[in-house]
């Protein structure tokens, strides 16, 4: 039973295209994020949403755009890619308050 | 601001061996502070985590972790290395609802 779910696994596309990442979580929690890990492993959280409004955005480029549907789900959407966005991207999630998150397995996106 | 430092970016021991991963943080208050561990191509899986009281910490897999205030530490500990420890381990540490990840440990794990 997948706690949080994220398609694709791997993502590879040209410069300048648009391309969505879609994740799930079946935990109940009110809260998800978005990280990206660089080719070194470090780690950075993009956003966070809790009851799909947005309550973190760390200086992210405008060209990336979270929408969080409802509370279970909370997707990527990349406008106009470019080299620097190739990246792994993890979705989590966690209860409010208990600042204990679970991963998703991650989308590899390779940008040509 | 808030910070998590992982000081050792590569560590081996052999298998059977014992292990230390080092973790310090900078963070205003007695921050939330969690281990993860990363194996090849998968994603991030809570070993333990500390929220306050007892400060010697036990985990999943055999691992524990020692919060110690008087140098802002949160050491992961295993008495016994497997090979299948090998992976990829990050501290973490923040609020409730942020976290600010350190650099990673990448652990390499001698027959």
């Known amino acids: 039973d997948t706690a949080v779910s994220q398609t694709p696994k791997y993502l590879v596309t040209q410069m300048g295209n648009d391309k969505s990442i879609k994740c799930e979580q079946n935990?109940?929690?009110?809260?998800m994020y978005w990280y990206k890990q660089d080719s070194k492993k470090f780690l950075k959280i993009m956003f966070s949403y809790n009851n799909k409004e947005l309550i973190i955005n760390e200086t992210v480029p405008n060209r990336f755009s979270p929408k969080s549907p409802d509370k279970a789900h909370l997707n990527l959407h990349i406008n106009s890619l470019e080299l620097g966005d190739s990246a792994v991207y993890f979705c989590?999630?966690?209860?409010?308050?208990?600042?204990?998150?679970?991963f998703g397995p991650g989308t590899r996106l390779t940008v040509t | 601001a808030q910070s998590v430092t992982q000081p050792d970016i590569h560590i081996t021991v052999s298998e059977g061996a014992s292990l230390e991963l080092r973790c310090n943080y900078s963070?205003?208050?007695?921050?939330?502070l969690f281990w993860y561990v990363q194996s090849p191509g998968q994603g991030l899986q809570l070993l333990l985590k500390y929220f306050s009281g007892d400060t010697l910490v036990q985990g999943i897999k055999g691992f524990e972790a020692e919060f110690k205030r008087s140098q802002s530490s949160f050491n992961l500990r295993k008495p016994s290395v497997h090979w299948s420890d090998a992976a990829e381990y990050f501290c973490a540490g923040g609020g409730a609802q942020k976290l600010v990840f350190g650099q990673g440990t990448r652990l390499t794990i001698n027959p």
């Open positions: 963070y205003g208050a007695t921050p939330y």
């Open positions: 935990l109940g929690h009110d809260t």
């Open positions: 989590a999630s966690s209860q409010v308050g208990s600042g204990e998150q679970y």
